[in-house]
């Protein structure tokens, strides 16, 4: 059974630093695109930023550019999300995904981050 399971989420305050962990297990995913998601209440799902299976390319919403950067480790079937220069507005729950070369987005249970003024 498929799992992907985030770490790291929690309070901090603007212009403050997290780290979002994703773990999958269940099967290796070292040759897919990951990325994160996010969704704030009364707003529609987001995509922040993916990264295809070396490492070698990646992509981020214009809201984050510059503040965030994704990464992953195959060796520990993880993806990262660092994100510096929180701000309110990045309040939101995030979910890591994998994607399959198929088309099959595998989500995970999202992480909460809250970012206060």
Known sequence: ???LVESGGGLVQAGGSLT?????SGRTFSSY???????????????????N???STTAYADSV????TISRDNAKNTVYLQMN????????????????PQG???????????VSS
Do not use: M
Request: proline share 3%; charged share 20%.
């Open 1 to 3: 059974q498929v799992q």
């Open 33 to 51: 695109t990951k990325g994160w998601f996010r969704q704030a209440p009364g707003k529609e799902r987001e995509r922040v930023a993916t990264i």
């Open 104 to 114: 099959y987005v595998y989500w995970g249970q999202g992480a909460q981050v809250t």
């Open 20 to 24: 979002l962990s994703c773990v999958a």
């Open 65 to 68: 550019k510059g503040r965030f």
């Open 53 to 55: 299976w070396s490492g």
């Open 85 to 100: 220069s929180l701000k309110p507005e990045d309040t939101a729950v995030y979910y890591c995904t994998v994607t399959t």
